[in-house]
């Protein structure tokens, strides 16, 4: 299995401030996500990356960046957070190789913006 | 925008009982994949079928891909305590090459 570890667990913070989501993984998968999970929506898609420095936009990218220096980090940053990015932040890699196939999942960021 | 919509959103069993949750889509679709949720954590991949299919199964898990009715489902056998978590599937584009879309979820809770 693939070892995904994403910090922080937890996070709360205030309106307005910079947030930088880590996730890491241990397995030199080429494909990493990151998704946010909220009531009533469901699992949506920020971004996605594709190898190193390669990256792409998903269903809700607004107000979020990204970056992947290094094949095993793949960093989420809301530039200045507000009450509305409070999620369920979840990385994921796939473990099938293809961008599409046998996503394994985090165990999540609970982010709280105040 | 989701592509794939479980029904229903919550179901309730008895342990011993199976469970059946369903998921319709809308556009023409590479494969589909249904993913579990217990509380508190991360999804986890069940089975994945491709368009070309019509039934795969995985222990207790079945699940059928009808095309020409965009929709799919997913039966639990003999269900257990431990199955209770939050069910969801996900959808490929036809091209294949896009990220999976998911659906928003089924409930399941399985009492003893």
């Known amino acids: 299995d693939a070892g995904i570890t994403q910090s922080p667990r937890h996070k709360v913070t205030e309106t307005g401030t910079p947030v930088t989501l880590r996730c890491h993984q241990t397995?030199?998968?080429?494909?990493m996500y990151w998704y946010r999970q909220d009531p009533g929506h469901g699992l949506r898609l920020i971004h996605y990356?594709?190898?190193?420095?390669?990256?792409d936009k998903g269903e809700v990218s607004d107000g979020y960046s990204v970056s992947r220096s290094k094949t095993e980090d793949f960093l989420l940053t809301l530039e200045s957070a507000t009450s509305s990015q409070t999620s369920v932040y979840f990385c994921?890699?796939?473990?099938?190789?293809?961008?599409?196939?046998?996503?394994?999942f985090g165990s999540g960021t609970q982010l709280s913006v105040l | 925008s989701q592509q794939g919509e479980e029904d229903p959103q919550a179901l309730s069993i008895q342990e011993g009982e199976n469970a059946t949750m369903n998921c319709s889509y809308k556009?023409?679709?590479?494969?589909l994949q249904w993913y579990r949720q217990n509380s508190g954590r991360g999804l986890v991949h069940l089975i994945l079928?491709?368009?070309?299919?019509r039934e795969k199964h995985s222990g207790r898990l079945r699940v059928t891909l009808d095309t020409s009715k965009k929709s799919s489902s997913l039966l639990i056998t003999a269900s257990r305590a431990a199955d209770t978590a939050s069910y969801f599937c996900?959808?490929?584009?036809?091209?294949?090459?896009?990220?999976?879309?998911f659906g928003k979820g089924t409930r399941l809770s399985v009492i003893a």
């Open positions: 994921a890699i796939s473990e099938s190789g293809k961008v599409n196939e046998k996503l394994f």
């Open positions: 397995e030199n998968h080429r494909y």
């Open positions: 990356s594709y190898g190193v420095k390669d990256t």
């Open positions: 556009t023409s679709i590479n494969n």
């Open positions: 079928i491709r368009s070309n299919e």
């Open positions: 996900a959808t490929v584009s036809l091209s294949g090459n896009t990220p999976l879309v």
